[in-house]
């Protein structure tokens, strides 16, 4: 009975521990280091970069994911790569203005991509 209560015990304790490797991550996505701009040209290019990358992360700006760290911003920076293929696939930009869209964990830069170097 002792060794089954440890067992029990050593199990619960391990569950408790790994559910705290576990947390929320807070993430946002946009396009960084912008000042601006009124070209026709580059809003429209803008949008269809942000339209996809609203489709793949959510309209709104900030999200959660929960889980460890490290796996999250892998999976993130999977997906984002997927977006920037798929967007690639189908356009080409002008190069009037660089336009970065990036995903932020905080202050650190998970992943971004610029178009029109």
Request: hydrophobic share 40%.
């Amino acid at each position: 009975m002792k060794k089954l209560l440890s067992i029990v015990a050593m199990i619960a304790f391990m569950a408790c521990m790994t559910s705290c490797d576990d947390t929320q991550n807070y993430y946002t996505h946009s396009f960084v280091g912008m000042t601006g701009t009124s070209s026709e040209v580059v809003q429209a290019e803008m949008a269809i970069i942000q339209t996809a990358m609203n489709n793949e992360f959510g309209t709104d700006a900030a999200f959660i994911v929960e889980g460890k760290t490290d796996k999250c911003d892998k999976d993130l920076t999977k997906r984002f790569n997927k977006v920037v293929e798929a967007i690639d696939e189908v356009n080409t930009f002008s190069g009037t203005m660089p336009l970065t869209y990036a995903i932020r964990r905080g202050n650190a830069t998970v992943v971004e991509h610029t178009w029109g170097n």
